[in-house]
C-alpha cells in the first residue's frame, strides 16, 4: 500500500523514540550499523547493539535510524516510543544466551 509505513517504523510522532533489538531475530548483517552508527554498534560476532540513548523528532539520527529499521533484511528492529519516565529494564531471558552477562546468576528450575 502506498504511503503506510514500512514494519516496525510507527506514523504517530512522539517527542522521542528508542530503538528495540530483537536479538533473536538478529542474523549480523550489519546493515543497520552502516545506517545509524551513533546508535547501533556491532558486538564480537557482528550482532547488532542499540544505544539507549533516546532518539528525538527532527534530529538526523532519527532519520538515519528509520532507514535502519526498513533495511534490516531480518526485521529484528523497531522505533517505539521512548518511556517517558526512568529507564528502560531488560530481561535477560529474552537475550540469547551468547549474550547474556555471565555475572548474572542462571535462572533456576
Known amino acids: 500500500m502506498a504511503g503506510a509505513p514500512a514494519a516496525g517504523v510507527p506514523a504517530a510522532s512522539p517527542r522521542s523514540w528508542s530503538l528495540r533489538l530483537d536479538g533473536?531475530?538478529?542474523?549480523?548483517?550489519?546493515?543497520?550499523?552502516?545506517?545509524?552508527?551513533?546508535?547501533?554498534?556491532?558486538?564480537?560476532?557482528?550482532?547488532?547493539v542499540t544505544s539507549s540513548s533516546p532518539l528525538r523528532e527532527g534530529e538526523r539520527s532519527l532519520a538515519r535510524?528509520?532507514?535502519?529499521?526498513?533495511?534490516?533484511?531480518?526485521?529484528?528492529?523497531?522505533?517505539?516510543?521512548?518511556?517517558?519516565?526512568?529507564?528502560?529494564?531488560?530481561?535477560?531471558?529474552?537475550?540469547?544466551p551468547s549474550r547474556?552477562?555471565?555475572a548474572l546468576p542462571e535462572r533456576m528450575a
Open 24 to 48: 533473536a531475530r538478529c542474523d549480523g548483517h550489519g546493515i543497520c550499523a552502516v545506517c545509524c552508527p551513533e546508535h547501533i554498534s556491532l558486538d564480537d560476532w557482528g550482532y547488532a
Open 65 to 96: 535510524a528509520r532507514r535502519a529499521v526498513t533495511a534490516c533484511p531480518a526485521h529484528a528492529l523497531a522505533l517505539v516510543p521512548a518511556p517517558q519516565r526512568g529507564g528502560t529494564r531488560t530481561n535477560p531471558e529474552h537475550t540469547p
Open 100 to 102: 547474556r552477562d555471565p
